[in-house]
Each structure stands twice: as C-alpha cells, then as structure tokens.
C-alpha cells in the first residue's frame, strides 16, 4: 500500500464514512416524509466543526454552509464516531446526557433511524425493514 493511500485511510474514520455515504445517496426511503435541517457540532480537540443534513422529503443534502437548522445535535466527535459505527445507540446516548438534542427532536428521530446497528446485527433499521418485507 503507498504511503499516500496510508495517509488517507488514517484520516478517514467513522463519522467521514458516515457523512460520505448520506452524500452519495439521491434519496434516502427512510425519510420520505421528513423535512428539515440538522445540524451536527463536534468537538475534538477543543476544536468544534459543523455539518449540515439537509432533509427535503427523502432528499438528503450534506453541507458544511452554514443553514437554519430546526436541530441541532451536539458532542464530542469521538462518541460521533462510535454512533456511526453502531457500537453506541444515539437515542440511548441522548438519554444518558451523552449527546444533546435541541429544535425538533423528532427530526433527529428521524435522522438517527440512518445510524448503523451494533455490530453483529443486522446493519441498520433499512436491513431489518427489507428483511421484514421479504
């Protein structure tokens, strides 16, 4: 593997993968009938950076512009990254004070249903629905 391919795959980690594979997407099922922005603080470091998820019917946008957010979702990037990977439940983290919700918390509801499963499970609430159809 060449250094520079190193280099990139160090800095990639669950929250890039996450925010990468809602961008990629044209529309996402799951929120089909959700409308709204959530925008997402994390901090590391000291140092907060924001992202924007942009609902608009199904239609997922990601952003860095700055946005009127209806929530706002805050926390360190680190327990981001575990809630990305599926190993730390987001609502469940809500409720122990872990990761705070402000605005429309229905709409962080409806976001949260895109975060991966624990591992060693079904991937996420979309497999356990496919699954459920068939």
């Known amino acids: 593997m060449s250094a520079s ?3 990139t ?5 669950a929250t890039d ?6 961008a990629s997407k044209d529309y996402e099922p799951l929120l089909h009938d959700t409308v709204g922005c ?6 590391q470091d000291g ?3 924001r992202s924007f998820i942009t609902v608009d019917k199904g239609v997922v946008r990601i952003s860095k512009r700055r946005a009127r957010a209806d929530a706002v979702l805050s926390c360190e990037r680190a327990l981001f990254n ?25 709409l962080f509801a409806a976001v949260s249903r895109l975060f991966p499963g624990p591992p060693g499970s079904l991937k996420s609430f979309r497999e356990r629905e496919k699954k459920v159809l068939k």
């Open 47 to 49: 140092t907060p950076a």
């Open 82 to 106: 575990h809630v990305a990977q599926g190993k730390v439940n987001a609502l469940a983290a809500v409720l122990r004070g872990e990761l705070h919700v402000s605005g429309d918390v229905s």
């Open 38 to 43: 959530l925008r997402i603080d994390l901090t």
């Open 5 to 7: 391919r190193k280099a």
């Open 9 to 13: 795959t160090t800095t990639t980690d």
């Open 17 to 22: 993968a996450f925010f990468e594979a809602l």
